[in-house]
């Protein structure tokens, strides 16, 4: 289905007071989630909500927390990449769909600091994929970052990886608040281009929507339960 007809399918749905329609799948969900009945808006079926592998755990690494919401696996991947590549902008909404509102409470007690694309893919998809997430939600997310060139991590080496330390670099005068900063990105792979963000602005608060398996095993060894972030 062509994103025209995924956004006029969504519309029309919605405008008739019928099942609410999942943004992933297109199905009407006739089985509610609970907290429907806390919330109007639903936009997630159960079938699709099952297939987020929910992580919420935190770990601490070199005095920094990292939070991550759920685990990345191939479904994330080809959603992340209809909601990115695809430029399927509806999706925006999925993501942090299912947090309740203590969540969002927390998130605006930071400013928060977002990893950034490059200046060409801004360019091809029209938008900034992790602004759009969080402003669906009223977070505003500051973006003080640039790439001088695109890299693609997943298809380098360990050596070339490090790259991302050169390549990372901040906007000159680019002003933030001085509320406690935590910086946050969708998929954390490698952590290469955390590093790189909070070498250059440093932060005690890392939050990433998605952490790739192989990162999550080798930190094993670093879950710390935070007092405050996941309940």
């Not at 405008?15 to 799948?25: M, T």
């Not at 602004?131 to 695109?150: C, G, H, R, T, W």
């Not at 095993?217 to 007092?227: F, L, N, P, T, V």
């Amino acid at each position: 289905m062509s994103i025209q007809k995924k956004i006029d399918s969504f519309l029309r749905v919605n405008d008739s007071k019928d099942e609410p329609l999942c943004l992933i799948c297109l199905q009407k969900e006739r089985q509610l989630p609970s907290r429907f009945l806390l919330e109007e808006d639903v936009c997630v079926c159960r079938e699709c909500q099952k297939k987020f592998i929910l992580h919420k755990k935190s770990y601490l690494i070199d005095q920094v927390y990292y939070h991550v919401l759920f685990e990345y696996d191939e479904w994330a991947q080809r959603l992340l990449f209809q909601y990115k590549d695809q430029r399927d902008i509806v999706l925006r909404r999925v993501f942090l769909s299912s947090q309740e509102k203590r969540f969002f409470e927390k998130m605006n007690k930071y400013t928060l600091v977002g990893l950034c694309s490059s200046e060409k893919k801004r360019q091809e998809r029209g938008f900034e994929p992790l602004l759009e997430i969080f402003s669906e939600y009223a977070l505003f997310v500051f973006s003080p970052f640039y790439k001088q060139e695109e890299i693609k991590q997943s298809s380098l080496s360990k050596q070339e990886r490090a790259r991302i330390q050169k390549i990372l670099k901040i906007k000159e005068g680019y002003w933030m608040p001085k509320k406690k900063r935590m910086l946050v990105d969708d998929v954390l792979t490698t952590g290469n281009s955390v590093q790189a963000a909070l070498s250059l602005i440093p932060m005690k608060e890392v939050f990433v929507l998605f952490a790739h398996p192989l990162w999550i095993e080798s930190h094993q060894k670093d879950i710390k339960k935070h007092d405050s972030f996941f309940i």
